[in-house]
């Protein structure tokens, strides 16, 4: 299966460490989106040890050893959490899932680092905001879009340093290429990944804030279609009509 997509594209760098060897231990929690490979990939060149990882898909935690050798394999999500060691995990669950593992994550006194988008409801927003609060943790977001491609770094640092004089407009073009065949189900119902203006807009939102230099905007209008994938639309629709 040609597996060339967003999904799976995991950036690699030069390793550039920023604490001691052993110092920041990680570990990684729901492997359901290729995307944990890359946040693990920044974290590690940066120094950090990754300890533990858990998935109850055993192919995926294979997989996961296979490229990050040396991480032990947790019999279960607490074993991680409960381990005193550990001060940062990431996770790519399934997106309307991720807030729930971000709560456990910071209960149990950890930091949390999630793919994007990091949640998919506003009451999950307003839960993920209250433990922050009461917790004092992170909750932290993989915009890779914007973190991990070289182009996008260099442009927020041409825009720090005047180069390019006022922000004026920020303008996104995307998506990037879906390859439909190489995403899971998930990523196609709307109760659990999103719908691509959670997914993708979330990317184009997060951008247009930092180059704007700006902490606050108001969405004024947004749509959506679906133009190339029609398969989708009718399964859904069908589904939803119990047909």
Not at 154 to 159: D, H, K, P, S
Not at 215 to 220: L, N, S
Request: with cysteine; charged share 25%.
């Amino acid at each position: 299966m040609n597996m060339i997509d967003g999904m799976n594209y995991a950036p690699k760098g030069k390793p550039l460490p920023v604490v001691k060897e052993g110092e920041f231990c990680i570990a990684a929690i729901a492997l359901d989106h290729g995307h944990i490979y890359g946040m693990c990939n920044g974290l590690t060149e940066a120094g950090a040890k990754l300890k533990w990882v858990y998935d109850p898909d055993q192919e995926k935690v294979k997989k996961f050893v296979n490229t990050f050798p040396g991480t032990k394999i947790a019999s279960s999500e607490e074993k991680i959490l409960n381990d005193p060691e550990v001060k940062l995990i990431c996770g790519a669950a399934v997106t309307s899932k991720r807030c729930d593992l971000g709560l456990r994550v910071m209960a149990a006194g950890k930091d949390y680092f999630t793919d994007k988008a990091p949640l998919t409801t506003l009451v999950q927003l307003e839960s993920a905001k209250e433990m922050v609060k009461k917790t004092g943790k992170k909750y932290m977001v993989y915009y890779s879009e914007r973190l991990h491609v070289e182009s996008a770094v260099f442009a927020g640092q041409l825009i720090e340093e005047g180069a390019i004089g006022r922000v004026i407009q920020v303008l996104g073009m995307g998506p990037h290429r879906l390859n439909a065949p190489s995403r899971p189900d998930w990523f196609f119902k709307k109760d659990q990944y999103g719908g691509i203006l959670c997914d993708i807009g979330s990317h184009q939102i997060e951008q247009f804030l930092f180059y704007t230099g700006v902490k606050d905007a108001t969405v004024v209008k947004s749509q959506i279609a679906n133009y190339n994938h029609l398969l989708h639309s009718v399964i859904s629709t069908l589904k939803k009509q119990k047909l």
